[in-house]
């Protein structure tokens, strides 16, 4: 099979997420990783192709090697380290980011991937994958042991699912994963600090409230490598954005426990007035909305003169129908939901959640991607 592996990204017909090949369990031997299941692939792309010398360019995280004990066989893990060494197999931090960068090279970018990932956390970076039925190709498990490869449509996502895809990898990243993929909420919902005086990335008058990083289950500083001290209960947060004819006009952040006036010119909130064309403002209330958090639940409440709607959003941030918002009673205001206080000016949420938001999606939302991107450092909630 080496000599169906160039070495050169340039000369491969076929890129492989190989990550995600060998931990696929449905295919080939059982275990958590196995290396048969790529060899299974490539004999698929021969198939496919009627080329037995058909060129594969094979692309792994660090992690995978990393997690040698796992695998099946453990030759595998020898064998994969000198394709490694040998440069038949390109070894990176993230190895969803660098086969996207590959497929947009102009020498690749006719160069079709086998993968099973959705990669819904890189559709903001790279929108061409929404909708993508002939770039990505998925192994599935064929007759007598064999793998057979089905072109993998991508689908639309919504910005719910790939928000909530970017806090499953920030999650992941920093190890705040329970084994369910679960966030650990006793972590998260803390605030931290560093025991290095001059540190202050977990200083909550920063602005940035940075997620530690656990390291043997202990909260951990991501630069000193110490461990961090409880510095008390973190209030939750959301952020509201206002969009003007489409476009993101103004963020605004709203805390646990607070109560928030939405419109014109209130005398105490959030004032929209300099956003607007004078005709646009002329048909919002001084007041118009209040944005009210208790037990980590945002809700919105109608005191408008001119009358507001809301459409809600579905689990995967699917908008419903516009309906009439019930003056002066509160209406849950959640993840994808909007809510248009004149035609053109909409009030939504943004990506990041509450922390019991947060919690209460893992345990009821979809499932997120099967190998999520590395989140930048550092990482934070906003």
């Known amino acids: ?209 940075l997620l530690p990083r656990m390291l043997r289950g202990v909260p951990t500083c991501e630069v000193h490598g110490r461990p961090l001290a409880d510095a008390g209960p973190r209030p939750a947060m959301a952020q509201l954005k206002a969009m003007v004819d489409g476009g993101c006009a103004a963020r605004y952040t709203v805390e646990e426990g607070s109560r928030t006036a939405v419109g014109r010119n209130p005398a105490d909130g959030i004032a929209l007035y300099g956003l607007l064309a004078p005709k646009v403002a002329a048909r919002i209330s001084r007041e118009h909305v209040v944005v009210s958090t208790t037990d980590g639940i945002l809700r919105v409440r109608d005191v408008s003169t001119y009358g507001t709607r809301m459409r809600t959003a579905d689990r995967r941030g699917r908008p419903g129908p516009w309906e009439r918002l019930p003056r002066d009673r509160d209406r849950r205001f959640g993840l994808g939901d909007e809510v248009e206080l004149a035609p053109g000016v909409v009030l939504t949420r943004s990506g990041r959640r509450f922390p019991a938001e947060l919690a209460a999606a893992w345990r009821t939302g979809p499932a997120g991607p099967s190998a999520p991107p590395e989140a930048s450092l550092p990482t934070s909630l906003r």
């Open 1 to 209: 099979m080496e000599h169906n592996l160039p070495g050169a990204a340039d000369l491969a017909d076929y890129l492989v997420d190989l990550s995600n090949v060998v931990r696929d369990r449905s295919l080939g031997a059982p275990g958590a990783r196995s290396l048969d299941r790529f060899r299974l692939v490539v004999r698929a792309l021969v198939r496919l192709t009627g080329d037995p010398d058909v060129p594969v360019y094979p692309v792994a995280d660090a992690s995978l090697l990393g997690g040698s004990r796992e695998f099946t066989d453990p030759r595998d893990a020898a064998t994969l380290r000198r394709w490694v060494e040998e440069g038949l197999v390109e070894e990176v931090g993230d190895a969803d980011r660098r086969i996207l960068e590959l497929m947009e090279m102009t020498s690749a970018a006719h160069t079709r991937t086998v993968t099973g990932d959705l990669l819904t956390g890189h559709r903001r970076e790279h929108p061409w994958i929404q909708g993508n039925t002939d770039r990505f190709l998925k192994p599935v498990a064929g007759p007598s042991g064999s793998v057979r490869l089905v072109p993998l449509d991508m689908g639309v996502r919504t910005e719910a699912e790939i928000s909530r895809s970017d806090e499953l990898a920030a999650f992941k990243k920093q190890g705040l994963l329970k084994g369910s993929q679960q966030p650990i909420s006793a972590v998260i919902n803390r605030f931290w600090r560093c025991p290095e005086r001059r540190c202050s990335l977990y200083d909550p008058r920063s602005g940035r409230v």
